[in-house]
């Protein structure tokens, strides 16, 4: 096997405002929970259905975090480009496993999707540019 890829892309929407921490070393971490659904309808009643993915989403890219903290509220839609990790921790004396998508310094991606006044949204990528426009119009 010539390597391996961990790549995932959501479409999503925020179930909660992202929170963000500031370590002393003003290093900043952004995290919220992001919503995928999808809907089909179901052959046998007819009826429509819907399922709902959460999924936890980890922003260590400091340019990111930057238009997260000033940009996302709860409900906001986002495309999110990162990767997979599971973190381990103890609790209780039991072993808690959390499998999260990270947004890295070096990877990963996120673009507001949200149409806010004009409809102008605003992107950064791992290198800190932006999309089309540097922030939501609003």
């Avoid at 963000?20 to 971490?29: A, C, E, L, P």
């Avoid at 919220?32 to 809907?39: N, R, V």
């Avoid at 089909?40 to 238009?67: C, M, P």
């Avoid at 906001?76 to 998508?101: A, L, M």
Wanted: hydrophobic share 30%; charged share 25%; glycine share 14%.
């Amino acid at each position: 096997m010539a390597g391996s890829v961990n790549k995932v892309i959501l479409i999503g929407n925020l179930g909660k405002a992202p929170e963000v921490r500031t370590f002393q070393s003003g290093d900043k971490v952004c995290n919220f929970t992001l919503a995928t659904s999808e809907t089909w309808k179901d052959k046998a009643s007819g009826e429509r259905k819907e399922k709902t993915e959460w999924h936890n989403i980890v922003i260590k890219n400091q340019n990111i975090v930057g238009v997260a903290e000033r940009y996302l509220s709860k409900g906001s839609k986002v495309y999110i480009e990162g990767h997979i990790e599971t973190r381990k921790y103890e609790k209780e004396g039991r072993d808690v496993y959390v499998t999260e998508i990270v947004v890295g310094p070096f990877r990963g991606e996120m673009t507001l999707l949200d149409s806010k006044g004009s409809g102008a949204g605003a992107g950064a990528s791992e290198s800190g540019s932006y999309g089309e426009a540097s922030a939501p119009a609003g």
